[in-house]
């Protein structure tokens, strides 16, 4: 069974400092894999996927087949980070999503 | 284009009531999906529906049903609620291939 853990449910971050939000999942096949962002008073939505291998919003994830890691990063936080991120794995891109059960990410002045 | 919409935005039902919640999709998206979550929780796929029939279906029981119309627009059913009912249900939308985008949700609370 297809599974996302995100260890960490909160996660505080100074501006300008480094951030990662960890993701680790379970599939027997070759997924792809998500991240989402919600921020306050906002609908769920896609910040980026990585098939795209995109950078949106100067955050970057790299899907490691080894270590079955979708880790979220960025360099420099800044304060408009602040949201919920959740990370989700589906069988393509518009099969059903599994998320994890996300992590609440706040940047401090 | 106002995106996904959902109503009502909040609804509160008795145990063993029955509820409907409803989807728009967003213009041009023919593919649509309900999600259930729970407080504390990540969203949990319920179904998924296209061309008016359940493409795939979750881990939920028969109580949980949907419909997808001609225009796209999809309803979410729920009978016999139980407690464990209330969540924020969520619905998303998307045309083949492409991404997913949710609607607000509703939240539904059964006492």
């Known amino acids: 069974a297809q599974r996302v853990t995100q260890p960490e449910k909160l996660l505080s971050v100074f501006k300008g400092a480094p951030v990662e939000l960890k993701c680790n999942y379970s599939?027997?096949?070759?997924?792809?894999l998500f991240w989402y962002v919600q921020y306050s008073r906002q609908r769920l939505q896609l910040l980026l996927r990585h098939i795209s291998r995109e950078s949106i919003k100067g955050f970057t994830a790299d899907l490691n087949k080894g270590e079955t890691s979708f880790h979220l990063k960025k360099p420099f936080a800044q304060e408009e980070d602040s949201a919920m991120y959740y990370c989700?794995?589906?069988?393509?891109?518009?099969?059903?999503?599994?998320f994890g059960t996300g992590t609440r990410l706040t940047i401090i002045p | 284009d106002a995106g996904v919409t959902q109503s009502p935005t909040h609804l509160i039902k008795t145990r063993g009531q029955q509820v409907t919640l409803r989807c728009s999709p967003k213009s041009g998206h023919d593919t649509v999906s309900w999600y259930q979550q729970a407080l504390g929780q990540g969203p949990q796929f319920i179904f998924q529906?296209?061309?008016?029939?359940?493409?795939q279906r979750g881990n939920f029981p028969d109580r949980f049903s949907g419909h997808q119309f001609p225009n796209y627009s999809s309803e979410l059913n729920v009978n016999a609620l139980l407690l464990g009912d209330s969540a924020l249900y969520l619905c998303?939308?998307?045309?083949?291939?492409?991404?997913?985008?949710f609607g607000p949700g509703t939240r539904l609370t059964v006492t």
């Open positions: 599939y027997s096949g070759s997924p792809e």
């Open positions: 529906y296209y061309e008016e029939e359940e493409r």
């Open positions: 989700a794995l589906s069988d393509s891109g518009n099969e059903k999503l599994t």
């Open positions: 998303a939308s998307s045309s083949n291939l492409y991404e997913q985008y």
